[in-house]
Each structure stands twice: as C-alpha cells, then as structure tokens.
C-alpha cells in the first residue's frame, strides 16, 4: 500500500480537496480519505504539494523536442525555403531515420522522455518513424504509459516545390506502414505501459484506401487512431483538390470521425467542422507553442467554446505541459477578450480527464475511488507560488512543471523529490545529448539544415569565438 498526503488533491470528478490521503493499492486509487491510514504503508506526504492526476500530453512528438531545439525558434524570412513542416521538419526526420543508429535514438527519446516524468506528464500520445521504436523500451523503463501511432504514409517523402506546393514522392508505402503498425501492435501493445495505435500522418499524405483500411483495423482493434488534420493551408488545398471537399469532411466520409480518433491541430477549422467533430465523438490534440512559434495563435477559445473533447499536446516544442496549458489559457483569453475564459481548472481539465477519454481510458484522468493510479504531486513551496490561495491558479499562472515532487503511475512511484526512481539522471542527459550533437553534425556535412539556418549557426559559434 502507497499513501500520497499532500495539502491539496484536485480531479476534474470532485474538484479541489485539502487534507485528504491518497490511498494506492495496487495499481489502483483504493480510496482518498481525510483519515489517517494505518498499517503497513508507504507514505509521501509533502506540506505544499498539489496532488492531481498525471498530465496526458494528447500529441506529441517528443523525440523531434531534443532534435530541433534551438534550430526552429525565431525562423526569420529567408531563414527556410518553405513551410516548416517541408522544409525543416520532415527532411531532417528523414535523415535521422535513415542514419541514426537505434541505440542513439533511445538515447535521444531517453532524454526527452526523461524531462516529460520530470514534469509530471504521466501519458502520452506520441507519433513516431518505424525506425524510433526504441521510444517504447525507454517508456517502459522511466515507467511512463504511452500509445506509440506509429505513421502511416501513402507517399512518405514530403518536400516542397518553389511555388510552395506540397510535392509527393517515394514508393507507395501504404502497405510498408500498416503492415508495420499490425506487427508493432501484436508484439508491443499491452506490454509494460505501452499501447499501440495508428498514426496517418494526414489527410492529404494518404490515400483514402489507407484510411479506409485504418479505419475498419482500428475499430475491430478498439486502436487509437491519431491523425494531423486542418495543420495548414497546404494539407486543406491538396485535399480539396484530390477529393473535392475538406479535410474534416473527407475524415468524415471514410468513417474516422468518432470516439478513439485524436485530431491534431484542427488549425484551420471553421467553426462547423468543430462542431461536427464534437458531435461525431473525436477528440482535438490542440498544440498552442508549436504555432505561437510560427506566428500564430491556435484557435482555443473557439475550441472552448464549441464544447469538443479537447486535450492538449506540446507537439515536441515544450516537454513542459504546465508551460504549454499556460499557452492555452492565455490564448483563450485573449482571443475571447475574456477574462474568465481558460481558466486553470478547465485547462487542467483537458490535459487530465477529457485527455483520458479521447484516448478511450476512462479509468485514467481521475483522482477517484477504483481509478487507474496514475498521479502527479507538485510541490507549491518555492517562492513563486507565495502565498497559495488557489493551488491550481497558482500552477497555472505562476508554476513550473519543474516542480513535479513525485510521480506516480500504475501505483508505482516513477519519479520522488523530481528525481526518475532508481535511474541516474545525469547519465540519461548525457548519453542523450552526445547523440542530438552527432546528428545536427552529420546533418550539416549533408546539408540537411537550410543553408539559412546553417549560416545562423554559424554566425552564433562565430560570435562566440
Ligand atoms: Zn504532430
């Protein structure tokens, strides 16, 4: 028996509670009390901490937060050739797909993985190439639950031609990919903390025959499928001119908007194709800091607003989910003009209960009698959060997941006074930064980084020689 004290407890299902003991039996909440247990039990109290349920970052990318750290940011005009996604992002996750070694991309997910326990993210969604699914193994072993939505292409090689057309090429690799998430599936899925569902990487990247197949595998699996959609201009006109309507709606006909399908971004949704989401039951993986980086705002408050089931992902930008819910809050209120809207509990909300749902598990996202235990403590003591009136406001607005105490999942402690459970990690950073290093290296000899961010890498060494 495991017993979390800490001055509050918070779940979407009962609110907040002060003085109650979080009692784990197994790997399940056997009750929260006001009563002192007794007996033979392992107890953490902590006198500022801030209990909730484990933070489930619904669309991630995490090994792609480590390999373009420092090199997307400030993208100035000139500094790509194209649209981030085509002229940075999938080049040189190709790259790394074609000449990292399987070792070096565990260390590098390590690493990434690490600094989501070490603020208090207990699951995720993540997508990923066939050739990083070391990410499952690692996951496991910092004790982190995961549905791995492998990708799925028609045509894998995205690049961009002058004009800013998106340009298709490659074999057609719609049976490689399936074929791949069929065989993951039966050797991954339900060992350790690891589920294994779908990845299509978008509507416009492939064929409604791939979808269809996706869509009648992952139904008879009860499989999660998670899928870009309305991400950019580019994916919405391709779309409409391969099949003569929109993203939502094409998803729509092949049967995938429903309960068990994550749309990430939904950027350029209208209003009607939220609201069409919300009722077909899919969920939306908002990602505010992945845009905001671009120079826009993602549409929260309409998203607020519509009622849609809506979980929130750092799409590999931040690690840190309290940092990117805080986007979400700040966006929402300025895009309503409203003070009230996006409040810290409806924020934590979606990144705890409502995350759980859209992934189908609604034993998780809970604080409550007979739930999975899957929890974070955050430690509210430092200076910043002085004087606490609203534990949860206080996060929100002034907290860091930095502050992560203790993690708990599967009844298991992961994470204790911010530190992974029996793993050094030192090692963890080291092993995983030396493999990032190796790769931007190899990138630049092959002149995968944009000639206009090599020459700002450049200038930054010279300026510091
Ligand atoms: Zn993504």
């Given at each position: 028996?495991?017993?979390?004290?800490?001055?509050?407890?918070?779940?979407?299902?009962?609110?907040?509670?002060?003085?109650?003991?979080?009692?784990?039996?197994?790997?399940?909440?056997?009750?929260?009390?006001?009563?002192?247990?007794?007996?033979?039990?392992?107890?953490?109290?902590?006198?500022?901490?801030?209990?909730?349920?484990?933070?489930?970052?619904?669309?991630?990318?995490?090994?792609?937060?480590?390999?373009?750290?420092?090199?997307?940011?400030?993208?100035?005009?000139?500094?790509?050739?194209?649209?981030?996604?085509?002229?940075?992002?999938?080049?040189?996750?190709?790259?790394?797909?074609?000449?990292?070694?399987?070792?070096?991309?565990?260390?590098?997910?390590?690493?990434?993985?690490?600094?989501?326990?070490?603020?208090?993210?207990?699951?995720?969604?993540?997508?990923?190439?066939?050739?990083?699914?070391?990410?499952?193994?690692?996951?496991?072993?910092l004790g982190l639950r995961t549905w791995s939505c492998p990708y799925l292409?028609?045509?894998?090689?995205?690049?961009?031609?002058?004009?800013?057309?998106?340009?298709?090429?490659?074999?057609?690799?719609?049976?490689?990919?399936?074929?791949?998430?069929?065989?993951?599936?039966?050797?991954?899925?339900?060992?350790?903390?690891?589920?294994?569902?779908?990845?299509?990487?978008?509507?416009?990247?492939?064929?409604?025959?791939?979808?269809?197949?996706?869509?009648?595998?992952?139904?008879?699996?009860?499989?999660?499928?998670?899928?870009?959609?309305?991400?950019?201009?580019?994916?919405l006109a391709a779309v409409e001119a391969a099949h003569g309507r929109r993203s939502v709606a094409h998803l729509r006909d092949l049967g995938l908007l429903r309960p068990g399908t994550v749309l990430a971004h939904m950027m350029f949704a209208t209003e009607d194709e939220v609201t069409e989401v919300r009722d077909h039951g899919a969920a939306i993986a908002s990602c505010p800091l992945a845009f905001a980086r671009s120079g826009r705002g993602v549409p929260v408050a309409r998203f607020l607003e519509s009622g849609v089931r809506l979980g929130i992902g750092t799409d590999g930008v931040t690690l840190d989910m309290v940092e990117e819910l805080r986007a979400a809050a700040l966006l929402a209120k300025t895009q309503s003009g409203a003070p009230a809207a996006g409040t810290a509990e409806r924020l934590l909300t979606a990144a705890t209960r409502d995350a759980a749902d859209a992934l189908l598990r609604p034993d998780l996202g809970r604080l409550t009698r007979g739930a999975t235990a899957d929890i974070a403590v955050f430690d509210l003591g430092a200076a910043r959060y002085q004087p606490v009136w609203d534990p949860l406001k206080a996060l929100l607005t002034n907290g860091s997941g930095a502050d992560a105490h203790t993690v708990v999942t599967d009844g298991v402690i992961r994470l204790h006074q911010g530190r992974p459970a029996g793993r050094d990690a030192r090692a963890i950073v080291a092993r995983g930064r030396r493999a990032i290093e190796d790769i931007w290296d190899r990138a630049a000899a092959r002149g995968a980084i944009p000639p206009g961010l090599a020459a700002r890498r450049a200038r930054t060494q010279e300026a510091l020689a």
């Open positions: 028996m495991l017993v979390l004290s800490p001055r509050w407890a918070w779940c979407a299902e009962t609110g907040l509670r002060e003085g109650v003991h979080i009692v784990i039996e197994g790997n399940r909440v056997a009750d929260v009390t006001r009563e002192r247990p007794t007996g033979d039990a392992g107890f953490v109290e902590l006198e500022d901490g801030l209990a909730i349920p484990g933070l489930i970052n619904l669309h991630n990318h995490v090994f792609s937060a480590p390999l373009f750290r420092g090199l997307a940011d400030d993208i100035r005009p000139g500094d790509l050739p194209g649209h981030i996604v085509f002229s940075l992002l999938m080049p040189l996750g190709d790259l790394v797909a074609a000449e990292m070694a399987e070792e070096a991309i565990g260390d590098a997910a390590e690493m990434a993985l690490l600094a989501c326990l070490q603020s208090g993210t207990t699951a995720m969604l993540d997508v990923w190439r066939p050739q990083q699914r070391a990410f499952i193994a690692r996951a496991n072993g292409f028609t045509r894998p090689n995205l690049s961009m031609t002058a004009e800013g057309k998106a340009l298709w090429m490659g074999e057609d690799a719609s049976d490689a990919s399936f074929d791949f998430v069929m065989r993951l599936h039966a050797e991954a899925h339900g060992v350790g903390l690891a589920s294994v569902g779908f990845g299509p990487h978008g509507p416009d990247s492939c064929s409604p025959e791939l979808l269809r197949r996706i869509e009648r595998a992952a139904r008879e699996m009860g499989a999660i499928v998670s899928i870009h959609c309305a991400q950019n201009p580019i994916e």
